[in-house]
């Protein structure tokens, strides 16, 4: 009997250690990273990070994550004429002439109504941060690429009434993540983002959404040649 359970014990340790050389090996048929289905799973995972100033956990949710915690911007948003954009820039200078402002208007009129594609960064299609990195880029200041990194940098500004052209504004758009928006203030209570329903466009500030969400500000330290 005993010599019955030894030999029944070897057969199953043996053909456990079969499934796992041969299982995993790279002749497998079994999904691998990279595969839709791995990917699939990659894009859905959510991490957890300990503060260890609060001793909590925090949520990080990947940037290839916006499906499970995206914002609810209402469909009738719509951008205001952006003629208010040209009267502030001049049309005909010599670009080796433009003041950083004038650099960084120009580039937003060249995004104005892209598309948005989350993670994108060009004109084919670019999200809220890539797009307010791209347009910093232009003036040769680097941003970081999410919102709640951008969100940490530079000086806070704390009173509306203070905001100045090329200050970040943040806004609580999703559930998760926050801040979930990022868009760049032009004056006149206006701000230009790009917004998940409608691309790149220019909005009031006093807009009933964006107000109840609003964040708060970040001036870029490099950003005040704008002014």
């Known amino acids: ?27 497998s048929n079994s999904i691998r990273y990279g595969t839709k289905n791995d990917t699939d799973e990659k894009e859905t995972r959510i991490r957890y990070t300990r503060n260890e100033e609060t001793d909590t956990l925090e949520i990080e949710i990947p940037i290839e994550n916006e499906i499970i915690d995206p914002d ?13 954009l040209k009267e502030k820039y001049k049309t005909g ?3 080796e002439t433009l003041t950083l402002k004038e650099k960084m ?15 994108g960064n060009s004109k084919g299609g670019i999200d809220c941060s890539g797009f307010t990195q791209t347009i910093y880029q232009s003036c040769s200041i ?9 969100f940490t940098q530079g000086i806070v500004i704390d009173n509306k009434e203070e905001l100045k052209f090329g200050d970040l504004v943040f806004f609580n758009t999703r559930k998760i993540v926050k801040p979930g928006h990022v868009g760049i203030y032009l004056g006149d209570n206006l701000f230009v983002h790009a917004s998940s329903k409608n691309g790149v466009i220019v909005t009031p500030l006093t807009h009933e959404y964006y107000f109840k969400r609003y964040l708060g500000a970040r001036r870029i330290e490099q950003s005040i040649g704008f002014q």
């Open 72 to 84: 609810d911007v209402p469909e009738d948003i719509t951008s205001i004429d952006i003629s208010v």
């Open 142 to 150: 680097q941003l970081n690429r999410s919102a709640k990194e951008q």
């Open 93 to 95: 200078s010599a670009s």
């Open 1 to 27: 009997m005993v010599f019955c359970t030894k030999q029944k014990a070897f057969a199953f340790f043996t053909f456990v250690g079969f499934i796992f050389c041969f299982g995993c090996s790279s002749s």
């Open 105 to 119: 208007l120009m580039e937003i009129l060249r995004f104005m109504n892209t598309p948005y594609k989350f993670g």
